[in-house]
């Protein structure tokens, strides 16, 4: 701050003061008043399509967690200068106490702590839908309710006071109407139909991601009606507790002090889903790692090594008789023997059972003092840090060595990737057990950070002085080396009070619950569209000659629990010119605006569509072609990047899942394209055969005198081909029938033959059937023929018949068929 504004604010006192006067908290509604954009609520146009889909999806929430069915009608009416909404539903209805506050105040809803899929998160859209239209027309929000059961109606006109966000109701009364259950709502408010394009696809869109709801849509230029694909109820949801990966430092540390449980083990199995006993201590191992730090397990002397545990233990253990103590001593020694590596706590474990032995056998007391005495001793002795202590460190012959440095000089060794000279190896092996000898801990216990500093320490005296490189990457390496050898110590975890406002520990726990693998979320929470009835809105609303679908695993983002699906339509009707249309969902909702800013988007773009046969020029961006491509986002908390719910975040672990969804239904298009082409040119060179053999059959009879050969065989071997062909044998005024499936395929096929006769077919082949209608006889037989044989269905009719041949299971391009 200059001088002058130093002297300025000296010759005015009280400003402060003067200030905080001014300074006043708002409501969330008055807040929304002024910012209506945030919430979608930005021009007439958007803001008509938003209050649509605001009280649209309300109504599938409401219908659906009644069990319901929904019906849904929605009209568009225009009126003086405004335009009026009407919304209604065949849901349970809202009760005459909720039913101000849910249209009437914001951030007011059932599902906002729930963890579990819904439309509606936050408790805004309606209400905010009846804000924009009180402040763009003045007029109240007219809704009226009927619970199921009730004899009447509740009728309410109402605004949303926004000083103190509370609903202002004008009128309340009860009414009759005609539906038995449901809610209606009527908003009035300035808009435009600028849109419509954006209102017509959210419907349509809807009734896609919800087969099971039946739409109706009229507006002052249109009239839409989706039917109902599915009786099929989405599966019910179930709330579920958070999953740990995923879950932030302060959430876990609001959990911590709210929890009953007083052990951590007790807290995660409480508080979090996925965790049971085992899991629970993975994630406290993890978190002791953190918290306390490993110890490092050095190797073991051999019997090569000038090293004797056994007399450094009897040394340290006094006027316990020398039989006891040779017994004990000799027991420690062996035991450490037989391990490959042991760290400090490992060995007083040793210890402490070797006292216990003792005593058994010898009634001798072996106190804390002497095992203390005896862990010290026999530590110093496998370190090699007696001699130091000794001032024997400089003669080799004492220790053959250092024998931390010899440990830590043969992981080095191995951990780097280009093998340096071994002076420089060992030089920074030198160093680093330098680290290691210098902790007044003599238990050598080290966090991964502070065994990260020893390693860089280490490793910068060793550039210093001998002049090398050693790089980030050979630290990192070395680091993860020794750290593989430490041990994770046995010490009790804290209580959860002792966590209790300790962010230093609960960042510890939080790390370890993120790094410890956990089964995935459960999915009960969820509910997905499904794969089947993915393909079959897309086949309700779209008319294309190729359908598929992908739905993932579920995921976890930020505790909460996702799945991704995508589907995708192609051929047909679809419009062949441009890009590909992308519809974007989140748990069910159509999201229309926006679309550039949404991760569905950007993941789309990025993948190669070349490589699964549609066009996109550049190699990046959306792809060309006729093609419908679908992703549902499902979530208990879906990341959208505004109020308006508009699009998705790009979240790194939904993004990869989005990706994987759309790459696992593009692989269906990619085989079906192929197969297309191939069948294309199965086609071309059927038809050229089909010119080129009657020529030549014509030809052959020509000079040999001889009648025409029939080429229908020809060209199903040729082609290999399934071959249908019917053979009639007359035998007075009827005939014996014949349709011979000739399997000139490479695979086995299945066909569904249907012969349609005009008159009464009798003895009928095994497996065959007959279904008389309008005159007309329908024989149906299903034939299995392995490659290279055949199978005959065989009838009698008594009189002249026609006949007709249908035959489905094998592509047309595969099959000949001759009447």
Not at 155 to 170: G, H, K, R
Not at 177 to 200: F, K, S, V, Y
Not at 407 to 421: F, N, P, Q
Not at 731 to 749: I, L, Q, R
Request: charged share 30%.
């Amino acid at each position: 701050m200059t001088s002058f504004q130093q002297s300025t604010l000296g010759d005015e006192p009280g400003i402060a003061e003067e200030l905080a006067e001014s300074q006043r908290s708002i409501s969330i509604a008055e807040f929304f008043e002024k910012n209506k954009h945030m919430l979608g609520f930005d021009s007439g146009a958007r803001g008509l399509v938003t209050a649509v889909k605001e009280a649209v999806d309300n109504a599938l929430d409401a219908a659906e967690e009644a069990s319901i069915l929904p019906d849904i009608y929605v009209e568009i009416q225009e009126v003086d200068d405004y335009y009026k909404l009407i919304v209604e539903d065949n849901g349970p209805g809202i009760t005459k106490e909720s039913l101000p506050k849910v249209f009437g105040k914001l951030l007011y809803g059932s599902r906002f702590h729930a963890r579990e899929q819904s439309r509606g998160q936050q408790g805004i859209g309606i209400s905010a839908a009846v804000l924009y239209s009180q402040l763009t027309s003045g007029k109240p929000a007219k809704i009226t309710s009927r619970t199921q059961g009730s004899a009447d109606a509740q009728y309410f006109e109402l605004i949303v006071d926004t000083d103190e966000n509370e609903p202002e109701i004008s009128v309340d009364r009860t009414t009759t109407w005609d539906r038995p259950h449901g809610t209606r709502i009527e908003l009035e408010m300035e808009a435009n139909m600028r849109a419509r394009q954006q209102l017509h696809d959210y419907i349509k869109h809807t009734a896609v991601v919800n087969p099971h709801a039946r739409l109706e849509l009229r507006e002052p230029k249109a009239h839409f009606k989706f039917e109902r694909a599915t009786d099929k109820l989405p599966e019910e949801t179930e709330e579920i507790r958070p999953h740990p990966h995923g879950v932030e430092l302060g959430t876990v540390m609001k959990m911590l002090s709210a929890t009953d449980s007083h052990s951590i083990s007790g807290f995660l199995q409480e508080e979090f889903t996925r965790v049971g006993k085992k899991t629970a201590e993975s994630i406290i191992d993890e978190f002791r790692d953190r918290h306390f730090g490993r110890e490092m397990a050095w190797v073991t002397p051999d019997a090569n090594e000038r090293v004797d545990v056994a007399a450094a233990v009897e040394a340290a253990t006094a006027n316990k008789g020398a039989a006891a103590t040779s017994d004990f001593a000799d027991t420690v020694a062996d035991t450490v023997s037989n391990r490959e590596r042991i760290a400090h706590h490992e060995l007083r474990e040793i210890v402490g059972n070797a006292a216990n032995h003792v005593e058994s056998e010898h009634g001798t007391t072996f106190g804390d003092t002497v095992r203390e005495n005896a862990v010290e001793a026999a530590w110093l002795e496998i370190t090699g840090l007696s001699a130091e202590e000794d001032g024997d460190a400089s003669d080799e012959s004492a220790t053959e060595e250092s024998r931390l440095v010899a440990a830590l000089h043969a992981l080095a060794d191995e951990a780097t990737s280009t093998r340096k000279d071994d002076e420089v190896i060992h030089a920074f092996a030198t160093r680093l057990a330098g680290k290691f000898a210098d902790e007044e801990d003599r238990r050598h216990r080290l966090t991964h950070k502070e065994l990260r500093a020893h390693v860089d320490r280490a490793a910068e005296l060793t550039e210093e002085y001998d002049e090398v490189t050693f790089g980030e990457t050979a630290r990192e390496n070395v680091t993860e080396a020794v750290w593989s050898v430490m041990r994770t110590v046995p010490d009790d975890a804290p209580l959860v009070r002792e966590l209790e406002g300790d962010r230093d520990a609960t960042s510890d726990l939080v790390e370890g619950m993120r790094n410890t693998d956990i089964m995935a979320p459960p999915t009960r929470c969820l509910s997905p569209i499904s794969d089947d009835l993915i393909e079959a809105g897309l086949k309700k609303e779209f008319d294309a000659d190729f359908y598929a679908a992908a739905t993932r695993d579920a995921g976890v983002s930020g505790g909460d629990p996702f799945v991704v699906e995508a589907g995708i339509a192609y051929g047909g009707e679809l419009e062949a010119e441009g890009s590909v249309d992308v519809l974007r969902f989140a748990n069910r909702v159509p999201l229309v605006y926006q679309r550039g800013a949404c991760a569905t988007t950007d993941v789309v773009k990025s993948i190669g569509w070349r490589n699964y046969g549609l066009d996109q020029p550049g190699g990046s961006g959306l792809p060309n072609g006729p093609a419908v491509i679908m992703i549902h986002v499902a979530s208990t908390n879906v990341p959208f990047t505004s109020e308006s719910k508009d699009a998705v975040a790009n979240v790194p672990e939904i993004e990869d899942e989005i990706e994987l969804a759309v790459r696992e239904a593009a692989r269906d298009l990619k085989s079906y394209l192929n197969k297309r082409r191939s069948m294309q040119q199965r086609r071309k060179k059927q038809n050229v055969l089909g010119k080129i053999l009657p020529e030549m059959a014509e030809k052959v009879a020509e000079v040999t005198g001889r009648p025409e050969p029939d080429i229908d065989d020809a060209i199903a071997r040729i082609m290999n081909n399934v071959l249908v062909e019917r053979h009639l044998e007359e035998n007075g005024d009827g005939a014996n029938v014949k349709v011979v499936v000739e399997n000139h395929s490479s695979t086995n096929e299945s066909l569904e033959v249907t012969d349609i006769v005009s008159a009464e077919p009798r003895n009928l082949s095994d497996g065959a059937s007959v279904v008389e209608m309008d005159g007309e006889w329908f024989v149906k037989w299903q034939a299995d023929v392995s490659s290279g044989n055949e199978a005959v269905l065989e009838y009698d009719v008594d009189e002249e018949a026609s006949f007709d041949l249908d035959v489905k299971g094998v592509e047309s391009e595969k099959l000949t068929v001759t009447n």
